[in-house]
């Protein structure tokens, strides 16, 4: 089983719409969540960290259920702009706090 | 946030030959560097995190002898694909981190050709 599993997509989304991403990840031991976004042919940014209350960055929601070892990542009223990878990404603190990815879900936002 | 650079940004290289990456944190002194490597439509995958002023640790089937990092100084980290081979075309990414940074700053990455 891999450390960290999404859903590869991809995912067709027409403009406006609310796009929801789903992550699982192994080790009951993780501390530190994440979820980057990388696009084409560029390095991974930093979208947002994830916390255990959830949190919220203007369109973008972020949950964390540890019980189930599960983030999720939602995103409204998508932009054309939204189109990219997004990467699930675990820290462990033990290890040398060394980031565990995710393969990424691909998104496609359309006019 | 933190700024990282990396240099070049992309390189093409004949077989056999070696090539040499450099990291650099503009803005703050990176104790750790980490070096990932991504192949087409795949994740990254961590090669080996240095310590400023020590070895290396390479993750398990990455050859130490094939890639060398050097982390001499706390904004410069650099990796040496030694005789490259085709099937070492990649996209090169390090990323950086302080002491006092929960996270990682990325730089552009480097894309390698070996022709």
């Known amino acids: 089983r891999k450390e960290v599993e999404q859903d590869p997509g991809p995912f067709n989304v027409p403009e406006g719409a609310t796009v929801a991403f789903n992550c699982t990840y192994s080790n009951s031991a993780s501390q530190s969540f994440f979820w980057y976004r990388q696009d084409c042919r560029k390095e991974p940014k930093l979208l947002m960290s994830?916390?255990?209350?959830?949190n919220e960055d203007g369109r973008f929601t972020a949950q964390l259920n540890r019980a189930s070892q599960y983030i999720s990542l939602l995103i409204r009223d998508s932009k054309l702009s939204d189109s990219a990878t997004y990467l699930c990404v675990v820290n462990y603190a033990g290890n040398n706090r060394k980031l565990i990815w995710g393969l990424g879900t691909s998104l496609a936002v359309n006019p | 946030g933190a700024v990282v650079s990396q240099h070049p940004s992309r390189v093409i290289c004949k077989s056999g030959t070696s090539v040499k990456i450099e990291c650099r944190s503009l803005d703050f002194q990176a104790t750790t560097m980490f070096w990932y490597r991504q192949f087409p439509k795949q994740s990254l995958m961590l090669m080996a995190t240095?310590?400023?002023?020590?070895?290396?640790?390479?993750e398990q089937g990455v050859e130490k002898d094939k890639f060398l990092i050097n982390h001499a100084s706390l904004t410069l980290s650099t990796l040496t694909v030694t005789s490259a081979h085709p099937e070492d075309s990649s996209f090169y990414i390090c990323?950086?981190?302080?002491?006092?940074?929960?996270?990682?700053?990325f730089g552009p990455g480097t894309r390698l050709t070996v022709t």
């Open positions: 240095s310590n400023e002023g020590s070895k290396a640790t390479y």
């Open positions: 990323s950086a981190r302080g002491l006092d940074i929960n996270e990682q700053y």
């Open positions: 994830v916390y255990s209350s959830g």
